[in-house]
T-cell receptor, first 113, second 115 residues
Framework: DAGVTQSPTHLIKTRGQQVTLRCSPKSGHDTVSWYQQALGQGPQFIFQYYEEEERQRGNFPDRFSGHQFPNYSSELNVNALLLGDSALYLC????????????FGSGTRLTVV | AQSVTQPDIHITVSEGASLELRCNYSYGATPYLFWYVQSPGQGLQLLLKYFSGDTLVQGIKGFEAEFKRSQSSFNLRKPSVHWSDAAEYFCAVGESSSNTGKLIFGQGTTLQVKP
């Protein structure tokens, strides 16, 4: 049973560019959350998607946007990249019946130069 | 505001020694509490969680944690550490009003294990 799959695993972008990260949730999960983990820090909640809508949002600027597809997969988009956006981006999937049963992916390491 | 504090950024223990990682939280109601472990280049793996009931919870890999409401703490313990336990450990609090709410993480504690 595949867990959470994220792609790509690594990428390098230039300041000002735009990036799209992808996440496929664990089978049976319909809720996807995204977290940003800067080097040496704990993950910070970006937003959560359920039924193709953003349900919760953390303290991140509008440059961060997302989308959830009918098959529950999700994308995280970041526009106008800043050096400070360099981080590990983690996707976590869950289901309302799972009782905080989050499954995390291995993440996408984004480096902005 | 909800917050989690892990006072120890880095801890080194000898293999076979006991371990305690500290976690303090700030939350208005009874919190949902979690401990996760992260190996280099990997995502987060859940070690254990506390929602209610018995304040001593058992997790995977021989870990346990004790919820102490009076001290707002949820410390992680292991009686005998193995070299494979070297990793980053994160304490987190979840909103108890929802079972799919966001998690708020501490800064993490890096565990180094000496042979």
């Amino acid at each position: 049973d595949a867990g959470v799959t994220q792609s790509p695993t690594h990428l390098i972008k230039t300041r000002g560019q735009q990036v799209t990260l992808r996440c496929s949730p664990k089978s049976g999960h319909d809720t996807v959350s995204w977290y940003q983990q800067a080097l040496g820090q704990g993950p910070q909640f970006i937003f959560q998607y359920y039924e193709e809508e953003e349900r919760q949002r953390g303290n991140f600027p509008d440059r961060f946007s997302g989308h959830q597809f009918p098959n529950y997969s999700s994308e995280l988009n970041v526009n106008a990249l800043l050096l400070g956006d360099s981080a590990l981006y983690l996707c976590a999937s869950s289901s309302p019946q799972g009782g905080y049963g989050y499954t995390f992916g291995s993440g996408t390491r984004l480096t902005v130069v | 505001a909800q917050s989690v504090t892990q006072p120890d950024i880095h801890i080194t223990v000898s293999e076979g020694a006991s371990l305690e990682l500290r976690c303090n939280y700030s939350y208005g109601a009874t919190p949902y509490l979690f401990w996760y472990v992260q190996s280099p280049g990997q995502g987060l793996q859940l070690l254990l969680k506390y929602f209610s009931g018995d304040t001593l919870v058992q997790g995977i890999k021989g870990f346990e944690a004790e919820f102490k409401r009076s001290q707002s703490s949820f410390n992680l313990r292991k009686p005998s550490v193995h070299w494979s336990d070297a990793a980053e450990y994160f304490c987190a609090v979840g909103e108890s009003s929802s079972n799919t709410g966001k998690l708020i993480f501490g800064q993490g504690t890096t565990l180094q294990v000496k042979p």
